[in-house]
């Protein structure tokens, strides 16, 4: 019988355990989102984080600032807010308007405040098995494994995408559980028949229904991290869900597997700095 992992539930589960766990630290955890610019969909997602967090009992703050922004001026509100006792972590939205350097803009961020995982130093602190904020999306897929029961240890990984911001940062955090790892991307051969030996896959391509119901093996944790809009406005993942499920051990659906955990985490990676001080 195949196990669909909810990722909603999980994800509220969790923000009900962070909340918990704030109250008791006896600081009130800070994040404050940088959004520049008017793209809809980053309005959106700044939106629910904000509400997020004050859901779990946080302290947010948004600062929207316009498209034309001048880098200087991005750049000290990002100083203002390291210096700001009462902020934990800070998430600058991507993408930024053109005119804007992300890797620089990023850098300038306080480390111990790097809310998204996302700084060179804290990419870093993982790849040697350092303490550090984790991405938040790979973060979030790791925990539905964990919490969903499926085993790791010596199981064949496969991670379909070397993003910085998924493909990488996933694999990492499957070699830190001792899976064996491969990381496959485009230029790959024989994509399907490497599928096909993995116990756990997970799929983060960004393309619709890419990952075919006879590349699972029987049995397998099929994480899908794809968010496709198709033409008549829904959501569909990397993964033919239809043909998957029949097969996998476990799998996630889209909406409601691991997209709801990616804020989840974002919630982890401030209370973390909160704990840190
Ligand atoms: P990127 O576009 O940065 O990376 C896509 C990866 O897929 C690349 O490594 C690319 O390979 C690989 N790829 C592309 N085509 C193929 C192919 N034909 N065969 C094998 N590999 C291929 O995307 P992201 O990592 O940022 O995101 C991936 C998906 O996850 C997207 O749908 C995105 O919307 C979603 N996402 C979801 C989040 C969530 O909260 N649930 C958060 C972040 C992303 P190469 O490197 O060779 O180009």
Redesign the pocket.
């Known amino acids: 019988m195949t196990v669909v992992i909810d990722g909603k539930q999980t994800a509220k589960e969790i923000r009900a355990e962070l909340r918990e766990e704030a109250q008791k630290l006896g600081v009130v955890p800070g994040l404050c989102v940088i959004l520049v610019g008017d793209d809809p969909a980053s309005a959106i997602y700044v939106r629910n984080k904000a509400r997020a967090c004050k859901d779990a009992g946080f302290y947010s703050s948004t600062i929207k600032l316009p498209a034309e922004t001048a880098r200087e001026e991005l750049l000290a509100c990002i100083r203002e807010q390291n210096a700001d006792p009462q902020i934990h972590g800070i998430l600058v939205q991507l993408p930024l308007p053109k005119h804007l350097d992300e890797q620089e803009i990023l850098a300038a961020i306080d480390p111990a405040k790097d809310a998204d995982g996302f700084l060179p130093v804290s990419a870093g602190k993982l790849l040697l098995g350092q303490k550090a904020p984790v991405a938040c999306?790979p973060q979030g897929c790791l925990e539905l494994l964990k919490r969903s029961g499926v085993p790791m240890e010596g199981a064949h990984a496969v991670v379909?995408?070397?993003?910085n911001?998924?493909?990488k940062p996933m694999a990492l955090l499957l070699l830190r559980e001792n899976c064996t790892v491969t990381v496959?991307?485009?230029?790959?051969k024989n994509?399907p028949e490497i599928c096909r030996t993995a116990d756990i896959l997970v799929a983060?391509?960004?393309?619709p229904r890419?990952i075919k119901g006879d590349w699972i093996k029987p049995g397998a944790a099929v994480i899908d991290?794809?968010?496709?809009r198709l033409e008549d406005g829904s959501i569909t993942g990397?993964v033919d869900y239809e043909a998957a499920s029949q097969v996998a051990g476990w799998i996630t659906p889209v909406p409601g597997g691991?997209?709801p955990m990616?804020i989840a985490m974002l919630l982890k990676n401030t209370l973390e700095a909160a704990k840190r001080g």
């Open positions: 999306t379909v995408g070397r993003s911001i998924v493909g496959c991307h485009s230029r790959t994509l983060a391509i960004g393309k890419f991290v794809g968010i496709n990397d691991v997209g990616t």
